[in-house]
């Protein structure tokens, strides 16, 4: 079982910047990745970047790719910097957890996922 909790959304201008947080509350020792999503209103869940277990892999979707950052300090703290933030960033961020053994490959599938957290809003103003 694992609780997971966003914080640092907010309001922002165009080419703002903002940092989210993701903690995760788990008793297991089994090695997870750990991803962010967003959805919109009325759009699908889409996946936003994503970190192995020792944080040596990570992905991006290409429309953050350059703007935002994922990391993690270690096992059950996650971060995502947004740079360059743009109106159609605007969604509700969701963190996410996904367990694996072996070798780590990503995948951007939300129902791969095991654990979501609560989300939180991002909005971007013009």
């Known amino acids: 079982q694992v609780q997971l909790v966003e914080s640092g959304g907010g309001l922002v201008q165009a080419g703002g910047s903002l940092k989210l947080s993701c903690a995760a509350s788990t008793r297991t020792f089994s090695t997870y990745a750990m991803a962010w999503f967003r959805q919109a209103p009325g759009k699908e869940r889409e996946f936003v970047a994503a970190?192995?277990?020792?944080?040596?892999?990570t992905a991006y979707a290409d429309s953050v790719k350059g703007r935002f950052t994922i990391s993690r300090d270690n096992a059950k703290n996650m971060y995502l910097q947004m740079n360059s933030l743009k109106p159609e960033d605007t969604a509700v961020y969701y963190c996410?957890?996904?367990?694996?053994?072996?070798?780590?490959?990503?995948?951007?599938?939300?129902?791969?996922?095991?654990?979501w957290g609560q989300g939180t809003q991002v909005t971007v103003s013009s």
């Open positions: 970190i192995s277990w020792g944080a040596s892999k």
């Open positions: 996410a957890v996904r367990y694996y053994s072996g070798s780590y490959n990503h995948t951007p599938q939300p129902h791969e996922y095991d654990y």
